[in-house]
Each structure stands twice: as structure tokens, then as C-alpha cells.
């Protein structure tokens, strides 16, 4: 079965501070993986994704992780933090399934606080 | 903007009652999966739709139900509710299956009292 694991349910950073959230998977099978964003009141928005290729993705927002297979790891960074970053970040791993199933599984999440 | 849109926003209902989310997935996009999210549970995928037909079931109780209409649209319905159901519930879109990421609608959080 698939799993995913945030490290740190709340980080807190300095304004140009650099962000690092940690996200651990499990996957018998080559994973997807992505992160999300959500604002206060709204739904999750994709910050980036792997899917295959080139192991360090860039998203928006200036953020990017990298997929590391040897420590299952696809922690996401961003070199300055913005008081905007605010918000709680999602890792999640989807199914490389050639066929029906399509669900992600999330991991718990990270809330990002950034101080002036 | 994500192009999902889902409805109500808001719900307030007693226990005992039964409600009934809906979700207009992006332009084009065949799948349609609902979420719950609660603050102890964190997100919970529930069901998934493709083209109409059922592809998966996650943790989704034997109340809730949902369907996907012949125009992709979805719905959800809650029965005999409970406090405990009490949560946002997200419906999330995407092209196909397996690698594409989801995009997701604004919620609609559901208030049992």
C-alpha cells in the first residue's frame, strides 16, 4: 500500500528565510508525486509534479522538490520565503497504474508560517 | 481559478438528515474524486468516477454515495448524518487517471448539529 509521510505538521520561517518541507512515500510500484498548496477558505492548488525524467521538478511560486528513490523522499524547497508562502502544504503520491484507478493519497500536511 | 466548481458552499444541517453535494468538473475532464477533509483525519479520498462509472472507492461510508451524470457532473449524497461528518468536502477533476495531478474545487463544508 501506498503511504506518505509529512515531517513537521507546522514550520515556521523568516521572511527571506529558506522554506523546506519534508515528505517521505512509500510505493511498492514507481510513484507520481506532487505537492499542493491551500489558502485559508479554498482548495488545494498544484505547486508541482513528478511523473518521470528529470528528478528535480520546478513549480510555481518559485518552489521545487526533487525526487530522491533512494531515501523515498520528495521534499519541497523555495531559496527566499515570501509572507505569501503562508499557507499548508500537501505532498501526496498517486498510482503508476496503467489502468482505472487514478485517487492520490495524501499526507497530512504542513503549515507554513513565514514572520516578518 | 481551477474550473471546478462545486455546491453548495456552505451547509448547515441537523443530525439524522440527508444532504446532497454537487461538483462540475474542469472543461474536458473525465474523472471526478471526492475528498473529505477534517481536522483529525486530514484528507480522505472517498470515491472516483470515470466517464460515468465507479473506478474506486476509498474510506467512503455505507451512507454517502455519489454519482457521476451523463454530462461529467457529480454528485455526492450524505444520509443519516452524524457530528462526526462534519467537514469540508472537495471534489477534484482531472483528465485521465494515475499520473495527472487533480484540480480541485473550492469545497463545501457541511456543519452536522
Known amino acids: 500500500a501506498q503511504s506518505v509521510t509529512q515531517l513537521g505538521s507546522h514550520v515556521s520561517v523568516s521572511e527571506g528565510a529558506l522554506v523546506l518541507l519534508r515528505c517521505n512515500y512509500s510505493?511498492?510500484?514507481?510513484?507520481?508525486l506532487f505537492w499542493y498548496v491551500q489558502y485559508p477558505n479554498q482548495g488545494l492548488q498544484l505547486l508541482l509534479k513528478?511523473?518521470?525524467?528529470?528528478?528535480l521538478v520546478k513549480g510555481i511560486n518559485g518552489f521545487e522538490a526533487e525526487f530522491k528513490k533512494s531515501e523515498t523522499s520528495f521534499h519541497l524547497t523555495k531559496p527566499s520565503a515570501h509572507m505569501s508562502d503562508a499557507a499548508e502544504y500537501f505532498c501526496a503520491v498517486g498510482m503508476n497504474y496503467g489502468g482505472s484507478q487514478g485517487n492520490l493519497i495524501f499526507g497530512k500536511g504542513t503549515k507554513l508560517s513565514v514572520k516578518p | 481559478d481551477s474550473g471546478v466548481t462545486q455546491t453548495p458552499k456552505h451547509l448547515i444541517t441537523a443530525t439524522g438528515q440527508r444532504v446532497t453535494l454537487r461538483c462540475s468538473p474542469r472543461s474536458g475532464d473525465l474523472s471526478v474524486y471526492w475528498y473529505q477533509q477534517s481536522l483529525d483525519q486530514g484528507l480522505q479520498f472517498l470515491i472516483q468516477y470515470y466517464n460515468g462509472e465507479e473506478r474506486a472507492k476509498g474510506n467512503i461510508l455505507e451512507r454517502f454515495s455519489a454519482q457521476q451524470f451523463p454530462d461529467l457532473h457529480s454528485e455526492l449524497n450524505l444520509s443519516s448524518l452524524e457530528l462526526g461528518d462534519s467537514a469540508l468536502y472537495f471534489c477534484?477533476?482531472?483528465?485521465?487517471?494515475?499520473?495527472?495531478?487533480?484540480?480541485f474545487g473550492n469545497g463545501t463544508r457541511l456543519t452536522v448539529t
Open positions: 510505493s511498492s510500484v514507481p510513484p507520481y
Open positions: 477534484a477533476s482531472s483528465e485521465g487517471q494515475g499520473k495527472s495531478p487533480l484540480h
Open positions: 513528478y511523473t518521470t525524467g528529470a528528478t
